[in-house]
Structure formats: C-alpha cells, structure tokens
Antibody, heavy 118, light 111 residues
Framework: QVQLQESGPGLVKPSETLSLTCTVS??????????WSWIRQPPGKGLEWIGY???????NYNPSLKSRVTISVDTSKNQFSLKLSSVTAADTAVYYC??????????WGQGTLVTVSS | NFMLTQPHSVSESPGKTVTISCTGS????????VQWYQQRPGSAPTTVIY?????PSGVPDRFSGSIDSSSNSASLTISGLKTEDEADYYC??????????FGGGTKLTVL
C-alpha cells in the first residue's frame, strides 16, 4: 500500500521560504509512471495545484506560482520536496503531497497546515 | 487562463439523484480528461471518477461521469443518494500546457 507523509514547519514568517518534504513508502519515486505533486487548500477554500516533479527531475509548475516555487526529488531518500519563497498570509493553507498516476491523483498524504504569520 | 466553473452548492434528499456540473472556460472540455474528487471534512480528497467516466476500484456504480461537448461541460451524477455522500466535490482537468486545473468545488448537502 502506497503511503505519502508530509513533514515540515507548521509556522513560517512572512517573506521567508516555506519548505516541506513528502516521504513515500510502499512505492518508489524513481518509478517512471508517476508525477509527484503538491496541492494546497487555503482554509475553507478550494484545491490549488502547485506543481509536480517527474522521476527524471523534469518539472511543471502552476504559472501563478512559478516564480516562487521549486519542487525537487531525492531518489536516495524516496522523498520529494516543495519550496515556496517570499510567503505571505495568502499562502496559509493545508499542503498535500499526492501521486499522479497520469490518469488521476491516486494517493494523497494526510495534509499539513502551514500558517504564515509573524 | 483555462478555468473550470462549478456551482457552489447543491442539495437533494436521500435516495434521489443529483448532478453536479463543471463548465470549461475556453476550448473544448473534451480535449482533456476530467476527473472528479470527493472530499469529506478534515480528509484528503479521493477520486470518484477519472478519464471522464471511469470509476476507481471500490467506488460504487451510483457515481457516474459524462461529458457534454455542446455545453462544454462535464457532469458528475450520484444516484440513490446516501447521507455519506455529503461532501465537497471537485472537478479537475488540464490546460493546453498540461497544467492541472481544479474547479472551485461544490458542496453537496444530503437532507
């Protein structure tokens, strides 16, 4: 059974960089059949796709966040990561990591709330 | 920018049938597959429909999906409504650059 688990600080100061890691178990980020994705959901609002990384390291980002986002993969640790720079209160959200099977998001992490506040 | 528009909320009685629409802003919605996700409070979304009309294993056949090219929209239909179907539902597709796009979500109330 594939499991994904987000980890990282729950509180980030404005203008700083948000950093999260997703640890994958029961499957390999090296598999060429999946996109490893980040999705966020502000409190009480809808889902917003942030971007994905492929096992080869190729990436695809949401154009509205592209200038601030970096997603990378670490095959040795079976993890992938998200960095979002210059955060503001508008970046407060539950952040999910998810596996995209190229048909649909078939596995999701439980989500982690990141609050941007001084 | 390609957008998907859903009604904010729908409601229906147990045992009835409800349909949730998802309208594409430009181009043909039939150009890329549409997925539907169910999200209950405090939980991550789960897939109920993928590739317009397919159901993942374990999803009951009360859930069905379709595409209507004439209205440039996708629809999720849930028949034989149960109280456990009460949740938020999101459609999802792709723009011309293969960026993932989600609809704004529809809150389904079963009363």
């Amino acid at each position: 059974q594939v499991q994904l688990q987000e980890s990282g600080p729950g509180l980030v100061k404005p203008s700083e960089t948000l950093s999260l890691t997703c640890t994958v178990s029961g499957g390999s980020v090296s598999s060429g059949s999946y996109y490893w994705s980040w999705i966020r959901q502000p409190p009480g609002k809808g889902l917003e796709w942030i971007g994905y990384v492929y096992s080869s390291g190729s990436i695809n980002y949401n154009p509205s966040l592209k200038s601030r986002v970096t997603i990378s993969v670490d095959t040795s640790k079976n993890q992938f990561s998200l960095k979002l720079s210059s955060v503001t209160a508008a970046d407060t959200a539950v952040y999910y990591c998810a596996r995209d099977s190229m048909a649909y998001f078939d596995y999701w992490g439980q989500g982690t709330l990141v609050t941007v506040s001084s | 920018n390609f957008m998907l528009t859903q009604p904010h909320s729908v409601s229906e009685s147990p045992g009835k049938t409800v349909t949730i629409s998802c309208t594409g802003s430009s181009g043909s919605i039939a150009s890329n597959y549409v997925q539907w996700y169910q999200q209950r409070p405090g939980s991550a979304p789960t897939t109920v429909i993928y590739e317009d009309s397919l159901r993942p294993s374990g999803v009951p056949d009360r859930f069905s999906g379709s595409i209507d090219s004439s209205s440039n929209s996708a629809s999720l239909t849930i028949s034989g409504l149960k109280t456990e179907d009460e949740a938020d539902y999101y459609c999802q597709s792709y723009d011309s650059s293969n960026h993932v796009v989600f609809g704004g979500g529809t809150k389904l109330t079963v009363l």
